[in-house]
């Protein structure tokens, strides 16, 4: 069975300090893996995706994660916060003949000022 | 850019009462999902559809659930006679298929509270 385990529930982080949100995964078949944003009262947004190629791959608002086979992990990295990625982020993967996501707990990143 | 829209953005309704949730795929996209987040829980898959038919489902979507492509451009959600525990948020995504990884593309959500 596929999973994703997403570690922290929160983290808290003072403005302009680096972050790194945790995602660690489990399949016996090769994965895409994806991290989706939720701002309050929002839906759900793709903030980056893992599909091939280089193992780091980066969002447009200054995100970054890497894939790492021999530690299944994809873990979120920024190394600067702002007060407005204050949001809920999502890990998720898909893998196999299956088109579903499936998704960790998620981890609400707290930006205090 | 293109993006998924839901209607409605909330929808109160009584216990057994059946209800519709609509959702816009981004146009060019072939592949349609549905997905909830029950409040404080992660989200779960519920169905994916291609060519008109279901291609997979979870242990969630029994009878009580189905999907339709009424048109071409709509997807809908119906649960036949709601539940408390069908209280969630909704998700409907859409996706163009192997040219993007299948990539899914989400919409706002659609708010169900059943009382």
């Known amino acids: 069975a596929q999973s994703v385990t997403q570690l922290d529930s929160q983290v808290p982080v003072f403005e302009e300090a680096p972050v790194e949100l945790r995602c660690n995964y489990s399949s016996s078949v090769s994965v895409y893996l994806f991290w989706y944003v939720q701002y309050p009262n929002q839906g759900l947004q793709l903030l980056l995706k893992?599909?091939?190629?280089?193992?780091l791959v980066e969002s447009i608002n200054g995100f970054e994660a890497e894939f790492n086979k021999s530690q299944t992990s994809f873990h979120l990295r920024k190394p600067s916060v702002h007060i407005s990625d204050t949001a809920e982020y999502f890990c998720a993967l898909r893998g196999g003949a299956t088109n579903k996501l499936i998704f960790g707990t998620g981890t609400l990143l707290a930006v205090q000022p | 850019e293109p993006e998924v829209t839901q209607t409605p953005s909330h929808q109160v309704t009584q216990m057994g009462q059946e209800v519709i949730l609509r959702c816009v795929p981004i146009?060019?996209?072939?592949?349609f999902y549905w997905y909830r987040q029950i409040l404080g829980q992660k989200v779960e898959f519920l169905v994916s559809f291609y060519n008109n038919e279901i291609s997979e489902k979870s242990e969630i979507f029994d009878d009580q659930f189905s999907v339709e492509r009424p048109d071409g451009s709509n997807f809908t959600l119906k649960i036949r006679s709601t539940k408390l525990e069908d209280s969630a948020m909704y998700f409907c995504a859409s996706s163009d298929g192997h040219a993007d990884g299948e990539t899914q593309y989400f919409g706002p959500g659609t708010r169900l509270l059943v009382l």
């Open positions: 146009s060019n996209h072939l592949y």
């Open positions: 893992y599909l091939s190629g280089s193992t």
